[in-house]
T-cell receptor
Framework: AQSVTQLDSQVPVFEEAPVELRCNYS??????LFWYVQYPNQGLQLLLK??????LVESINGFEAEFNKSQTSFHLRKPSVHISDTAEYFC???????????FGKGTKLSVKP | NAGVTQTPKFQVLKTGQSMTLQCAQD?????MYWYRQDPGMGLRLIYY???????DKGEVPNGYNVSRLNKREFSLRLESAAPSQTSVYFC??????????????FGPGTRLTVL
């Protein structure tokens, strides 16, 4: 069965500092991985996804994630964060036959001035 | 193009009351989903619908029923609400059939409290 582990429940950082949000997965089927972001009092929005091809995927707002098959990881990184990046980030793996996503428990990123 | 809409945004129920959460999408998507979000638990799938007229159980279906009214609308019903159903409920939709690795688009959520 598929599962996702987000290793940090909260990550506080200062503005303009780099950040890494860690995600490990287990999957017995082909691996398709997603990062979603949830801003306060909003629904989830897709940040980026890995389906195939290049193992490094990027979002339009400067985040990137690298699919590492040997380490079963899909960590999310940003070299310099902004106050506006404060949100909860969810890593997810495609669940298979149901078409649903299996979500991690989320990491709350708090960017301080 | 509103995407995925949900009503109501907030609801307070007493134990034993019933209610229906409404969801609609205007993207002509085939698949629709209901998730619940609880603190420290991430999102868990309640029910999904791969196409109009079909519904299937997800990870936590007990205490819920769903109806795929047409291609646009997918409702979630609580027949006899319990405090354990206090949660934030999200509806989502995706273009392809269930089993395709499509992006899922989420609604803004319904915050439900059961006293």
């Amino acid at each position: 069965a598929q599962s996702v582990t987000q290793l940090d429940s909260q990550v506080p950082v200062f503005e303009e500092a780099p950040v890494e949000l860690r995600c490990n997965y287990s999957s017995s089927v082909s691996v398709y991985l997603f990062w979603y972001v949830q801003y306060p009092n909003q629904g989830l929005q897709l940040l980026l996804k890995y389906l195939s091809g290049s193992t490094l995927v990027e979002s339009i707002n400067g985040f990137e994630a690298e699919f590492n098959k040997s380490q079963t990881s899909f960590h999310l990184r940003k070299p310099s964060v902004h106050i506006s990046d404060t949100a909860e980030y969810f890593c997810a793996v495609y669940g298979g036959s149901q078409g649903n996503l299996i979500f991690g428990k989320g990491t709350k990123l708090s960017v301080k001035p | 193009n509103a995407g995925v809409t949900q009503t109501p945004k907030f609801q307070v129920l007493k134990t034993g009351q019933s209610m229906t959460l409404q969801c609609a999408q205007d993207m002509n998507h085939n698949s629709m989903y209901w998730y619940r979000q609880d603190p420290g638990m991430g999102l868990r799938l309640i029910y999904y619908s791969a196409s109009e007229g079909t519904t299937d159980k997800g990870e936590v279906p007990n205490g819920y029923n769903v109806s795929r009214l047409n291609k646009r609308e997918f409702s979630l019903r609580l027949e006899s609400a319990a405090p354990s159903q206090t949660s934030v409920y999200f509806c989502a939709s995706s273009e392809g059939p269930a089993g395709a690795q499509d992006t899922q688009y989420f609604g803004p959520g319904t915050r439900l409290t059961v006293l």
